[in-house]
């Protein structure tokens, strides 16, 4: 897998309409292509995700951007790579940073599957072809507008509402739901606002949510297992995981019973992988999550949850719940309640050079081997 040049594209894509959290207000996604071109001419991409912001996690993209220039590359540039599995090792002496790593490790993955001539799918255990998804829904100012706007989603055939929610905008908006929609899988995103109002959790407990997700502050694992033992509705925890020892961590104390798995925040596919397994050997259900990704994280993580573990409908909307364009020339669709998985080489999408161009700045070379010479 010798490289030939690695480059980052800046680009930025306006939301449809804000998202609001606990944590703030989003209006446009910012983010990073990052390109990395083999000697024999194939091409990797991955996604920088990280926020803007150091809200979500410690992580921001102008950090991320420094490490992967000044930390990442002199690693990868400088082993000799063979596959994939090992970037993730390589990248071990580097405290942190997820995102940074995810999007270059994710690239490498692509670019693997592209000179094997692959689809990223075929290196998992199992695939489906289509999934069911489900959407994520901002808090909003009003009830009726929120249940309009649940009621489309729902008559998209979205399986699954997560509502965002913060102290005073919880209640009433998740039991207007429930009875405007009995039948539908809804869930809760606190974001970790409830430090201090567990008695508001406790409150939700007769909606029939199948899950709360992340309602303490990071690393209060010890107080996610007191709400938990005193909660019957299943805690799933999301900022919280970072690697696969944090499930066997969760697990033991009962922090919860449920994980939103996010590849970038745990460091791209392989340690992804780890913790799908991790959560099999501990009985925890496992699902995976979005970071407002473009068409090409978008595809990757399609990809990987067609793998049998996921059976929970994640957080993989169509690219035309959040955005209305894309960079790619084939951007996720709904159809009949369902998402058909990417099949073509790589993560299987081409990227729009033209959206590109318009939603990106100039491409900025990052690495470039002067005289690269294929090894045998």
């Keep these: 897998m010798d490289i030939k040049k690695i480059e980052s594209i800046a680009c930025r894509l306006p939301l449809r309409q804000p998202f609001v959290t606990s944590y703030g207000q989003l209006n446009e996604k910012a983010f990073d292509i990052i390109r990395i071109t083999a000697a024999d001419g194939n091409v990797g991409f991955g996604e920088l995700v990280a926020f803007e912001q150091p809200d979500y996690i410690e992580e921001t993209l102008f950090s991320a951007r420094q490490v992967i220039c000044q930390q990442l590359l002199p690693l990868l540039t400088a082993t000799p790579i ?66 309009d706007q649940v009621g489309q989603y729902v008559a998209q055939g979205y399986k699954r509402i997560k509502l965002k929610i913060k102290p005073g905008l919880d209640r009433e908006p998740l039991a207007a739901i429930r009875a405007r929609f009995p039948e539908v899988l809804l869930m809760a995103d606190a974001n970790g606002a409830y430090v201090g109002h567990e008695e508001m959790l406790l409150a939700l407990d007769d909606l029939g949510l199948v899950m709360v997700e992340q309602p303490l502050r990071v690393r209060d694992l010890t107080g996610h297992a007191a709400l938990q033992k005193n909660m019957r509705t299943p805690l799933c925890l999301d900022e919280d995981i970072r690697c696969a020892e944090d499930i066997a961590t969760v697990a033991a104390l009962g922090s919860c019973r449920a994980i939103n798995l996010k590849i970038p925040r745990v460091g791209g596919i392989t340690e992804a992988q780890k913790i799908v397994t991790a959560c099999a050997d501990n009985g925890l259900t496992v699902w995976l999550g979005g970071m407002f990704e473009s068409g090409v994280g978008r595809a990757m993580n399609l990809q990987f949850a067609s793998q049998a573990p996921f059976q929970f409908p994640g957080d993989l909307s169509a690219a035309d719940r959040y955005y209305y364009d894309d960079i790619v020339t084939q951007p996720a669709v709904m159809e009949n309640g369902l998402i058909t998985v990417p099949s073509g080489l790589g993560f299987g999408v081409t990227l729009d050079e033209e959206k590109l161009t318009r939603y990106g700045q100039a491409p900025h070379i990052i690495f470039e081997q002067k005289n690269s010479i294929p090894r045998a």
């Design 82 to 147: 063979d596959h994939p599995d090992q970037v993730s090792s390589l990248f071990s002496v580097v405290q942190g940073n997820a995102m940074a790593k995810s999007a270059v490790e994710t690239a490498m993955w692509d670019l693997y599957a592209k000179q094997a001539g692959r689809s990223i799918t075929d290196f998992y255990p199992t695939q489906r072809g289509k999934i069911a998804v489900g959407v994520s829904v901002g808090i909003q100012p009003a009830t009726d507008r929120l249940l």
